[in-house]
C-alpha cells in the first residue's frame, strides 16, 4: 500500500474532513431557506463522516492502549527508602496546599 501511495489512515481522514464539510453546506444551506429539512441530504454527510470517525477510532484506540501500556511506573524503579521520601514530600505539599487554602466547609 505504502508503494502505492495509498494510506487507508489518511483517506479516512479526507473522508471525514469533507464528509463534514458536506454536512455544515447542507445545514447552511436549509437554515437559509434553500432546501427543505426533507430535501438536505445533511443527516446522510453526518452518517458518513460518524463512520469514518469510528473507522479512525479502531485504527488509533489499539495504538493509543498499546502506547499506555508501555509507560514504566515511576515507582516500580524505586528503592522503599525513595518511595517513602516521595510519600513524606507528597503530604508536605498537600499540608502548604490546605494551609494555602484555608479550612474546607465539610
Known amino acids: ?3 502505492a501511495g495509498h494510506c487507508p489512515t489518511q483517506k479516512l481522514i479526507y473522508l471525514a474532513r469533507v464528509a463534514e464539510a458536506r454536512f455544515e453546506a447542507e445545514i447552511e444551506l436549509t437554515d437559509s431557506g434553500r432546501y427543505s429539512p426533507m ?3 445533511a443527516h ?3 452518517k458518513m463522516a460518524i463512520d469514518a470517525n469510528k473507522e479512525l477510532c ?3 484506540n489499539p495504538k493509543l492502549k498499546s502506547i499506555e501500556q508501555t509507560k514504566t511506573d515511576h515507582l516500580s524503579d524505586m528503592s522503599p527508602e525513595q518511595k517513602l521520601e516521595a510519600a513524606k514530600q507528597a503530604v508536605r505539599m498537600m499540608e502548604l496546599e490546605v494551609k ?3 479550612p474546607s466547609a465539610t
Open 1 to 3: 500500500m505504502e508503494e
Open 39 to 41: 430535501e438536505s441530504n
Open 44 to 46: 446522510a454527510y453526518l
Open 58 to 60: 479502531s485504527f488509533v
Open 100 to 102: 494555602r487554602n484555608g
